[in-house]
């Protein structure tokens, strides 16, 4: 179940448009033009640190392994312990 607060007419727009990238240059072209270099590391780093988390890393190993702050790394457990399941969704299709 999608949380109401996220749901709505743009949101759905910008999840049907990633949904139609093809490939992993036309992701990187899409995510250059509507996200900073500093967003799209975030994101990045929030899915290595969730990799890692899952894979039963510690924290002090995931600092160091991504640079992520320990508020970082807590929302992150966070999330996949009491989240919606979208980084387990991903993690899983990664493998």
């Known amino acids: ?3 109401p ?8 727009q910008l999840c049907r448009a990633m949904l139609t990238l093809n490939n992993v240059e036309e992701c990187y072209q899409f995510f ?4 900073t270099v500093s967003e799209l590391k975030a994101l990045a ?3 290595e640190v969730a990799r890692m988390l899952r894979a039963g890393h510690t ?3 995931v600092v160091e ?15 996949l312990n009491y989240g919606a399941d979208g ?8 493998k």
């Open 1 to 3: 179940m999608v949380n």
């Open 5 to 12: 607060k996220l749901k709505d007419s743009l949101t759905d």
């Open 32 to 35: 250059e033009d509507i996200c």
């Open 45 to 47: 780093q929030r899915l």
């Open 59 to 61: 924290y002090e190993e």
């Open 65 to 79: 392994r991504t640079g992520a702050s320990t508020a970082t790394i807590s929302r992150v457990k966070r999330c």
């Open 87 to 94: 980084y387990d969704t991903v993690l899983n299709r990664l």
